[in-house]
């Protein structure tokens, strides 16, 4: 009888940790703001690439990655719906040291920069659409 109830609770424990991964899975928050601390930045130089004119939408993929590929296209299409941002692609693997500075634990994981390349914002795992032009309405306004 006691394995039963081990075994119920097991269940519901991991039922809990799933739909708390599942929420948090590419939601965009705030990126390790706070009060008086310096935004930590981007340079075109880390980049390898020039950032755009109001904001840049960097996206830290791997080789297999298949939600990798659903994250650039959604960050293509508003790159392109939405003059003076850009998307930058980087693969994980070939940028360790940004890797491992930003703490990127997984792929996709995407930064949200403004003009001058401060990290505003950062998801870890798939994100929406709207949560990313969200984002940036709140960057560029």
């Given at each position: 009888?006691?394995?039963?109830?081990v075994a119920?609770a097991?269940?519901?424990?991991?039922?809990?940790?799933?739909?708390?991964?599942?929420?948090r899975?590419?939601a965009l928050?705030?990126?390790?703001?706070?009060?008086g601390?310096?935004?930590?930045?981007?340079?075109?130089?880390?980049?390898?690439?020039?950032?755009g004119?109001?904001?840049?939408?960097?996206?830290?993929?791997?080789?297999?990655?298949?939600p990798?590929?659903?994250?650039?296209?959604?960050?293509t299409?508003?790159?392109?719906?939405?003059?003076g941002?850009?998307h930058?692609?980087l693969?994980?693997?070939a940028?360790?040291d940004?890797?491992?500075?930003?703490?990127?634990?997984?792929?996709p994981?995407?930064?949200?920069?403004d003009?001058?390349?401060g990290?505003?914002?950062r998801?870890?795992?798939?994100?929406?659409?709207?949560?990313?032009?969200?984002?940036?309405?709140?960057?560029?306004?």
């Open positions: 009888m006691t394995g039963m109830y119920a097991a269940l519901v424990l991991a039922m809990a940790l799933g739909l708390v991964w599942r929420r899975n590419g928050r705030e990126h390790g703001r706070r009060e601390a310096d935004v930590e930045r981007l340079s075109t130089t880390e980049l390898g690439a020039s950032l004119e109001k904001a840049t939408l960097v996206q830290f993929s791997s080789a297999f990655c298949a990798c590929r659903a994250t650039r296209r959604i960050l299409d508003v790159a392109g719906m939405i003059d941002v850009a930058v692609e693969d994980a693997e940028h360790l940004l890797v491992r500075r930003l703490n990127v634990l997984r792929t994981t995407v930064f949200v920069l003009a001058g390349g990290i505003v914002r998801a870890s795992g798939l994100p929406r659409k709207a949560d990313i032009i969200a984002a940036l309405g709140e960057t560029v306004a």
